[in-house]
C-alpha cells in the first residue's frame, strides 16, 4: 500500500536539503556574494518542500482511486505541476542577484547557484537521494575549485583616472608593457577639477594567466599621480 511521507522520511529531507544547500551557501558567503547561507538554504528548503507536497499529491490521488474506483477516470496528479512551477520560479530571486554597473554584470554565477540549489533541493524533496548527492557534489567542485584547476584570461575593463597626462600615461604604458598586459582598446576623457585636468582611461585588457587583477590595480595606484583605479568584469 502506498502512503504518505513518514514523519521521519519529511525530516530527513529537509535536513539533508540545509546540509547542502548550507555547504554551497558558506562557499557564496566566504566570497562575498550578494547570496549567502540563508538565502541558499531557504531556497533550497522551499523546493524541497514544494517536491514533498507534490509527493503527497500523487501518493492521495492513488489512495483516493484505489478507494473509490469509480473516480479513477476524473483523478488527475501531474508529477511535475509544482516541480515546473519552482525551476521557472527562481527566476525572479536570481535576477535580484545580478547587478549591472558601469555595463559590467555581476551575480550571475550567484544566481546560477541558487537556481542549482533549488533543482537539488527538489532532488532531495523526491527521495531521488543519489541524484541529489551527486549533484550537489559536481556543484560544489564547480564552484570551488573549477577556477582553480582551469585559469581563464577573461578580458577586463580598467577605469583609471590620473593626473598629469604625459608622464603618468606613459607610467601606465610601461606597467602594460613590463607584465605583459595585452590592450584590447582605451577609451579617454578629460574633466576639470580644482583648476587642475583629471583624465580618465577605460582600458580593456587582457592581463593572462600569471597576474591577478588586484596586483594590477595595487601596482598601478603606487604612482601618486594615479588618483583611482577599478576594474570592472565585461
Given at each position: 500500500m502506498i502512503s504518505q511521507l513518514s514523519v521521519l522520511t519529511v525530516i530527513t529531507r529537509l535536513l539533508v536539503s540545509v546540509l547542502f544547500a548550507g555547504i554551497i551557501g558558506i562557499d557564496r558567503a566566504y566570497k562575498h556574494r550578494p547570496a549567502g547561507l540563508r538565502t541558499h538554504i531557504l531556497v533550497c528548503l522551499g523546493a524541497c518542500i514544494i517536491a514533498m507536497i507534490q509527493q503527497n499529491i500523487g501518493f492521495n490521488a492513488i489512495e483516493m482511486a484505489r478507494q473509490y474506483p469509480e473516480v479513477k477516470g476524473v483523478l488527475r496528479a501531474d508529477d511535475a505541476r509544482l516541480i515546473a512551477q519552482v525551476v521557472s520560479g527562481i527566476g525572479f530571486l536570481g535576477a535580484g542577484t545580478i547587478i549591472v554597473e558601469h555595463h559590467s554584470i555581476r551575480g550571475l554565477t550567484t544566481a546560477a547557484s541558487l537556481w542549482v540549489v533549488a533543482c537539488i533541493?527538489?532532488?532531495?524533496?523526491?527521495?531521488?537521494?543519489?541524484?541529489?548527492?551527486?549533484?550537489?557534489?559536481?556543484?560544489?567542485?564547480?564552484?570551488?575549485?573549477?577556477?582553480?584547476?582551469?585559469?581563464?584570461?577573461?578580458?577586463?575593463?580598467?577605469?583609471?583616472?590620473?593626473?598629469?597626462?604625459?608622464?603618468?600615461?606613459k607610467f601606465i604604458d610601461d606597467y602594460f608593457k613590463k607584465n605583459d598586459i595585452t590592450v584590447e582598446g582605451v577609451r579617454f576623457s578629460v574633466y576639470k577639477r580644482d583648476d587642475e585636468k583629471v583624465y580618465t582611461n577605460v582600458y580593456s585588457i587582457d592581463f593572462g594567466k600569471n597576474l591577478d587583477y588586484v596586483d594590477i590595480v595595487e601596482g598601478l595606484s603606487m604612482n601618486s599621480n594615479i588618483i583611482k583605479v577599478e576594474t570592472i568584469n565585461v
Open positions: 533541493g527538489l532532488a532531495v524533496g523526491m527521495g531521488d537521494y543519489i541524484i541529489a548527492i551527486a549533484g550537489f557534489l559536481v556543484v560544489y567542485a564547480v564552484l570551488g575549485f573549477l577556477k582553480k584547476i582551469i585559469r581563464i584570461s577573461p578580458v577586463r575593463k580598467l577605469k583609471v583616472e590620473y593626473l598629469h597626462k604625459v608622464e603618468t600615461k
